[in-house]
C-alpha cells in the first residue's frame, strides 16, 4: 500500500472518505447499561473522531448531541441532566435530545427557537446504544446480526479500549493465520472451545486460507487436515463496515467482534456472544465477566484492560519460555491487542511484508477501499440491507478436496434462521 491508501483506509473524522463510509451504517456506542437511568449521568461519547454527549431524558428518551454548548463552548458532561433536557450549568442553557435549545433564560422566545445543536438519533438492540451519523435522508433500517436479535439470556455483550487505529484491530480478527500460533498456549484451557472436536484439528499450523467476496463482506475459510479423507474447515464471515464472526467450537456459543474507531488512534473492540438456541449458563456468564477467552479483564468502572501497555501486558517471559503463553502475555484478548497496539497507533502498511496467509487481509482492505470509492461515486455501501445481516460463521468437517466455493455456499444458505442450531463441531 502507498502512504496516501494506508490514509485512506484508516482515517474516519468527518470530512475522511472511510468515515464517510462508516456514517452510513448504525454504529454501535454505549452499552444500554451505560445510559440505564432517565436523568442519569451523561456520558462522554467520542466517536468516528467526533465529540458528543449521550444522556437519556426524563422520559426514557436517549440523545447523542454535541459536546459543547451553543453559547460558549463549555462541555455538556457538566450538564444538569433534569426535566426532560440536559441544561448547561454556566448560564442555563438547556437541550432536548434532538439538540433543540428547549430554554435560553436570558432571551426571547425566538432567540431560542434558533438554537440548535449537532444531533444524531440513538436507538437501542441487544442491549447496546446505536446511532447513524450519516445524511437523516438516507438513514439505513436497523440492525439485525443474529447476537442483537436473541433474547437477552442468550446473549453477552462487553467492550474494550484499544490503544490503536480500528484497522489494525480489525486485521487482526480476520487473520485466521496467527490463531495457531499467537493463541496456541492459551487455546489449550480456553474455556469456549473445551471438549469440542474442532479443537483437536487445529495443531495444524498450515491452514489452507481461502478467501471470497460474499454480499455483506468476505467469507474466509481456514481448511486443516482432519481423519482420513476429510478436512475440518473454520468459516469466518467479515461483515462490512467493521465486524467479525468467529467460527464456533462444539455446542460452545458463537463469538463475534464490532471494531468501533474512537479516533484515530483509539478504538472500541466490542465482543458480542450468543448462543442460538439456549440461555447462556451461569458458568458461561462468569467466564466472560471475568475477562476469559476472549474477553479482556477490566480495571472496573473503566473500559481499559488491566494489562494494558502501562504495565507491559503483564509480560511473563517464563511463560513464554514454557510455551504456557506463546508470546508471554495472558489471555487471547490481550495477545491480540499488546501487538496490534505495538505497531504504533497507525501501522504503517507501506512497510509491510504481506505473505499467502494475508489475503483475507488484503481483500478486506480492497472492500473498504473500494466501497468508500463507489460512495464518492454516488453508489450505496453493501451490507445496508438487514437480510445480509442474517449468517453466521461455522465449523465442520467436509470431504477432503471440496471445492471452497461449495463450502461458503452451504454456510451461506444455513443462515441464521432464529432458533436454529449453529454449524459447528
Ligand atoms: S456556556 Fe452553556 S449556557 Fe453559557
Ligand atoms: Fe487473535
Redesign the pocket.
Known sequence: MTPEQNQTLTLTGPSTSMGALLRRYWLPFLLSDEVAAPDGDPVRVTLLGESLICFRDTEGHLGLIDEF?A????SLWFGRNEEGGLR?P????KYGVDGRALEVPSESPAFCARVRLLAYPCVERGGVVWTYMGPADLQPPLPEYEWAMVPPGQRYVSKRLQQSNWMQALEGAIDGAHVSWLHRGALANEPMRVGSRGARYQNDTKPRMEVMDSPTGLTIGARRAAEAGEDYWRITQFVMPFYNMIPPYGDHALHGHAFVPIDDHHCFVWTFTHHPTRDLSADEHAAMQSGEGIYAELIPGTWRPVANRGNDYLMDRAAQRSGRHYSGIPGIAMQDASLQESCGPIHDRSRETLASTDTGIIMARNRLLRAARNLEKGEAPPALDPMTHHLRSASFLRPSGMPFSDVADEVRRAGAAPGTPHLSI
Open positions: 454548548c453559547h460558549r463552548r463549555v448547561c454556566y448560564h442555563g442553557w
